[in-house]
Nanobody, 127 residues
């Protein structure tokens, strides 16, 4: 099992940037696929981005392509989500998630694949 803890959430104006961090701990922290999901009130949890253990293969939701970047620092067991040019529609609780295994560009987006979750952190974008 991997324990996950998010940080970096805050309020920002539209067009601004926020960087979220997810610290992973556990025996297989460097071997798991890591992802970010988000959920706004009254809506379902949605995929944002994911990154494979090597840090090279990344998958993004269409809504964030070109604005968000996911990366991992294996030496620190940390996954980062750099969010630029934020829009009010990006307002949500952001969750870090992980699972051990392989996923495709399609299946990586399925929240049911992920076995470990952080508590979530709020990002609010005002217009």
């Amino acid at each position: 099992q991997v324990q996950l803890a998010e940080s970096g959430g805050r309020s920002v104006q539209a067009g601004g940037s926020v960087r979220l961090s997810c610290a992973a701990s556990g025996r297989t922290a460097n071997l798991v696929n890591m992802g970010w999901f988000r959920q706004a009130p009254g809506t379902e949890r949605k995929f944002v981005a994911s990154v494979m253990p090597g840090g090279l293969r990344k998958v993004y939701a269409d809504s964030v392509k070109g604005r968000f970047n996911i990366s991992r620092e294996n030496a620190r067991n940390t996954v980062l989500l750099q969010m630029n040019n934020l829009e009010p529609e990006d307002t949500a609780t952001y969750y870090c998630a992980a699972f051990a295994g392989y996923c495709t560009a399609t299946s990586c987006k399925d929240w049911r694949l992920y076995t470990d979750w952080g508590q979530g952190i709020q990002v609010t974008v005002s217009s």
